[in-house]
């Protein structure tokens, strides 16, 4: 029996892949500058007060949205489904859990798509139709099992990879993901002799992680960012990406380094808008229908990250939009530190 | 609409995993050295005339059985199923394509399992019970999120990732695969003015491939491997498992470079049986659900690997169990050439 | 005692480092555009019918100058000296040689230089003077401690490393080398049963190679180009500079692969002027005062390389300026194959 | 005029590399494991309280002893000079600075030698004979041009590398260097507002530094060791080590990382007799005869590394033999942290 459900009877596959996310910045002409130039990404196409991005090896049109706002964070996360009955069985376990979406139109690079917000507070959506990249003479790549040309531009990240949400209850956005949308957890961080899960990470097929869920260190924010993370193919890709934002004066906050959680070998940054960005390479594969969820507390050796590196505070801190944190309690300190470690 | 499969109304995701390949060997006791202190394996147990071994990274028990035979070749190729359940779908998939099949006990690693021979010639199995792996104290990870504890003894192959069979009839052995399995089509090639597919590579989930079928060079033979492959991290691991191979004397037939097809790096040896092993990384990613099979031809600017490396011509001629190839006719062996180059 | 030479009593430490290469091209505005856009050099000037380029690790202004002609080929060949008193001792030496050198005033880059044509026909110079590099405000590097910001422009070729040139008499040329200017011999190849030096490969300081000398396979022609080489760090840098020539349709005739000779890790191509140009990395370090040259013979298991990748036929026939190569007898075709293969 | 030396009025190269060094420490068998098993040295022989250790990549027979002791520490560094010739000269040069030194008969793996205490406490000495290793068959290498058989034990440290030592005066310790045995300056550290060196970082020939000098933080120990280093030949070697490190139970203090100074990209542990050790790869790379050295003062932008990681204290205080380090003024504390940041 697949142990990482107890929402469904068989591994459900109906959610495919994260399709892409609404970002907002206060200041989307450096945001689009940083993830064209620096972060390597190509514009699409802009409308309104949103501009559209891809990355090199996305299958679909457009994976990253950048609108201007008031505050940093995550407008909407989307999520694409397998097929049209997917999208009509995943639309209808919502609604049995009692969530409120509604259907909207669709947007550049896909159709309608069912609105709602999760139990976290973050906006979410789940949609089929999607448009898929063609592209144009001068960004048709030599090998056609590939979407477009390899530009090699600044980091040249590859792909979109993953979200981590921040959330007040992390056992009830995990739990509400695996019965709405079949997210199966993978690992979750439950210090020691505290009993509070503080985080947990969740993946649709073989990845590590297509989402991760950790712990608000705000007693009252909620819909908040952690970060948003495109992959590289290489653990040298991400050692290139830092000395390339370096170069190029990007705050690096955390990295390069490899988690203890997923495996993955990351680099932390700060795009302009405010919002963290990740370049993250590798990560345990999951292929066997049987992974048991991994239960990791602090007493692991006492390490947060694989090779020791500690974790700065800000991680733990700051997320977007951006709010006061209040001193923490030293037992709650201890708990957040844990748990977004990651 | 998922495009990968005429066969299905939905992905259907009931097949896991490569589970486990039985090798014949003509001399086990080279072949175990082989695997062991070259390819970097743990040998977990012997019987009768098979040893079983196991990759530090591969989650069940054991992925390969070496069993002493007069020739080499694949013995049988066990799939892992997501669940009972899917277990019996499968087989009534397998009995409604007309495939006399038969259950077995199981074997060391795995519970009960349908045994049946496939269009191609090669026995196969789907089970889904298998038992997991338990490391014994001195081979405990740090990391509990990993089966064991990483060696670093040669080569270090870390998984378990994909079999290349031959077939007389690629069009039929794929559309066995997905009909039954549930296999989907990701790449295939059909050399130019020819009409004859020569290639497919097919995957379960987010991998480029799991299984790759490709044009028997022998008019007659049936049931022959092409290679087996275990997977490495990161392409450098690639590279030094060249000078490991180097300094141990094994034959290094092919690579390391990078495929057209599925893009992935790899590193072709005989190992001392004679059976071709394969070190691999990387390949192109598959998460959109709705893939379109890309379609190579010879024509593709004429390259057989993506940076221009020629084929030798054992690759495209040798297998196991060795037979003797005729001299092709000229076309024919172009096509079979373009077939093999992957 | 340092046996490396037989011609000093000590080691000779006059000539610092291959300060720059003079290329022929037939094509200028697509050589620039080249080595620019693809591999990766910035356009520092330039004058007449020159442009004058540098990689963003080099020291000096200019590392490469690129004239129009009627053929490709290097024009001359520049070796930079440690001190105006190197460069007195080492153009005595010449002259007492016998090599009838010229001052010249210098060029855009560097001041007075001692020119000569060495025994092999090609024209080289030694000279002390030369101008550093001093970024513009855009072009700072973050770390005061190299040249100039990484760019990460196509191939980001970081430095220029070697050159291989072509010589009717390889024992002749290095002796010259050796004796007029301080080269190193580190490896020569005398393939077995035959007798006659293939090639030489030589060096300053540390690195493996800073002058590869290899035999002529036209039996009339003289100062042929075989390749210039600039460097890359690592090993993964060669494998993305394979993609990134895949993706600019630039013909790779060798490689990624590991050279038996050297060590070093290439890949070869050839810019759009006819010239074979190298991405180079790695290679042996001599860091003993008594490094005893390794004689090669073609019995070495064979290899021509490391890892038994191939020697194509267009490696050892192909130079520039381009002339006719009677077909060679067996014999000499095996020697010059086994020269050329490095 | 070669700007980093204002000894010699031409650049000097009479010592060559880094011979040897002799770490005392108060555990010998566990230092022997971890050289052996995980850091992946050979052990080449034992003599009463000392084992003799090489690198597979080390040309002379031994680069390593260790020494049982009661306190850890640099007992002493050996380097290896050109010629003779060289040997008479920097004996010259040690006696004309004043340096009371003797004569001994050698050690396993090198002949005569001049032992000296330099001004910074720390016995050195200066030597030619050294014994070339030759590779039984079993360690023979598969290419003539390396010394032994690459083995791929453990990290698979490839060849001693560079050496920091901790001195009360670095200037002073530095010119002393440089006077006696040529070493070239090639950056130094002198935090701003404060004018007092804190840090220097010499180099032989090519390399970034083959010593490196830096502060004492305590105010009174004289002749410790901050660290010594064997070099890997890829970054990607340095990951793995971590790994290796990591499932070992191997302390990793800091790393890896990419240093300011010298750009080596960095990986220190302590083995188990309390020394501490780097793993490093890379670093600049100096060709140019007019190097100037490099000043950095902590305002260049804040960072101790190129990324931003911020050195662990203990780097600051920590070194062999261990001593009680007092609690330092907040201006001296600032001071000894720029240094040690490398």
New interface residues.
Partial sequence: ??KTSKFH???L?DV??LGHVELNTPDLAASVRFFTEVYGLDLVTTQGDSAYLRAW?D??LTSLKLTQARQAGAAHIGW???????LERRVAALKAYGVEGKWIDGDVGHGAAYSFIAPSGHRMEVY?E?E?YVPAADKK??????PQ??S???VAAA?IDHINILTQDVVKTREFADQTMGFKL??HLIPGGQGEEVGAWMSL???AHDLAITKEPSPTASGRLHHLAYAV?????V??A??????N?V??EF????H????G?FLYVYEPGGNRIEVFS?G??I?????EP?T?GTE??GRST????GVPESFHKYATPDVQVPEATPAAKAAAMAALSE
Same sequence: chains 1, 2, 3, 4.
Avoid: C
């Fill in positions: 029996m697949n009877p068989e591994p596959y495919s892949n090896g299958h679909d694409r489904v397998m097929s049209p009955q997917a089929y999607a898929k790549p030599y090998l056609p099992n590939q040309k390899f090699g531009r600044g792909r993978r690992e097929m073989n990845k193919e290489n653990r040298e890709d050692l290139r830092a000395d390339i934002f370096m170069e004066d705050h690096i990295g390069p380094a490899k203890s959680r997923t495996q070998f590798g345990i594969h292929f066997t229908p049987d992974w991994v990791w692991v050796k694989a090779w020791g590196l």
